[in-house]
């Protein structure tokens, strides 16, 4: 008896051990589309965002751009794969009435919401308006070439620094 259980033990251990370690490997934050504006000398950035996991939120703390620098606004767009996302820094304007804009430290990523999987899962038959979408959308005086996201899953600390190699328009 006592054999049975240092071995259902040693196994649980043994699972734990190998699920945190293939977290390590595979970051639980997917990043999917990217968007940019370029509105009276400011610049725009979008990041689709989700979460790769089947288990546990996502927490972001802080988003920073290029250096580290912070940008001068930052919000998360809350909406699902049918509505889509908007480009744009106003986030109170006519055009932007219909999408939820929220602060980043008040939403959690549920659960199996990776972006790149979108397209699969409405392949299987699943209703667009159902499949709930997240994009980290900020405001910055310069170019934005790089977007950095620090957040937490399952008390863990990660960090993902996302390029943005996009042109501007017109040039």
Do not use: W
């Amino acid at each position: 008896m006592r054999k049975i259980v240092i071995n259902c033990v040693s196994l649980i251990a043994l699972f734990f051990a190998g699920s945190f370690s293939n977290m390590d490997i595979s970051a639980p934050l997917g990043v999917g589309s990217l968007g940019k504006g370029f509105p009276e000398g400011k610049e725009i950035a979008l990041v689709e965002v989700g979460n790769n996991s089947k288990f546990g939120d996502i927490h972001i703390e802080e988003v920073l751009v290029n250096n580290d620098q912070q940008p001068e606004k930052v919000k998360m767009q809350v909406s699902n794969h049918d509505k889509g996302m908007i480009v744009s820094g106003n986030f109170k304007g006519a055009e932007e009435k219909g999408f939820i804009f929220k602060e980043v430290s008040n939403v959690n990523l549920e659960p199996d919401t990776d972006p790149n999987r979108q397209f699969e899962k409405v392949q299987q038959g699943m209703e667009e308006a159902d499949l709930i979408t997240y994009a980290i959308t900020l405001v910055h005086q310069e170019r934005v070439n790089q977007v950095i996201i620090k957040y937490r899953h399952l008390g863990e600390a990660y960090e993902k620094v996302v390029g943005i190699d996009m042109p501007q328009s017109g040039g």
